[in-house]
């Protein structure tokens, strides 16, 4: 019982810590950029802090709804979040750190962009990732990318990763006998 203590402790610091990271670096950036013009250039004709209030979707999906959008995204928001935090807390187990660092980014990021959506009724873009004037990619955050890198890892995890039932299964033969990895390991 205490290592599955420690599951969940993890996946709630990883939440904690990227959705501090992404209202703090929003709260930076808006800051450094109103001070500078509009724009930070980082590194030239690649990549620019710039501010941008979303009512939309990532990468302004919906966008065109405004408000709408916005109320039916933080709804979801609010469903996904508690489905990944009842998932975590009933179904973590002892030995899921990877799996608790991931949900905690999954669970941190939608909890960034949902306060957004809450408080200023948009989510605050600022990576503005390009290549000179010829491609922009979406105006993204922080909160984006702990979501799309923990999605990611959900989706590859789940392809890769052998159920107990799985491993067991592969670990006899079509005759139903013990494989020979199988039958040393119970002698």
């Not at 928001?77 to 807390?89: D, F, G, K, Q, V």
């Not at 010829?134 to 392809?159: E, I, K, R």
Request: with cysteine; charged share 15%; proline share 3%.
């Amino acid at each position: 019982m205490q290592r599955r203590h420690c599951a969940i402790t993890l996946f709630l610091a990883t939440a904690v810590v990227c959705f501090s990271l992404d209202l703090i670096s929003k709260y930076v950036v808006a800051d450094w950029v109103a001070g500078s013009g509009g724009e930070v250039v980082i590194i030239p004709g690649w990549l620019s802090f710039i501010t941008r209030l979303n009512p939309g979707g990532m990468w302004s999906f919906l966008h065109q709804l405004g408000a709408t959008a916005n109320t039916l995204l933080a709804i979801f928001s609010c469903i996904a979040a508690l489905a990944i935090l009842l998932w975590a807390l009933l179904g973590l187990r002892a030995g899921d750190r990877l799996f608790a660092l991931i949900l905690g980014m999954v669970f941190g990021g939608a909890l960034g962009n949902l306060y957004d959506r809450l408080v200023f009724h948009g989510v605050r873009d600022f990576i503005d990732a390009h290549y000179e004037e010829v491609y922009h990619f979406p105006t993204f955050n922080l909160a984006d990318s702990f979501l799309v890198v923990g999605a990611s890892c959900l989706v590859l995890g789940s392809m890769f990763h052998r159920t107990p039932a799985e491993q067991a299964s592969s670990s006899i033969d079509e005759e139903g006998a013990p494989t020979e990895d199988n039958a040393t390991s119970s002698a």
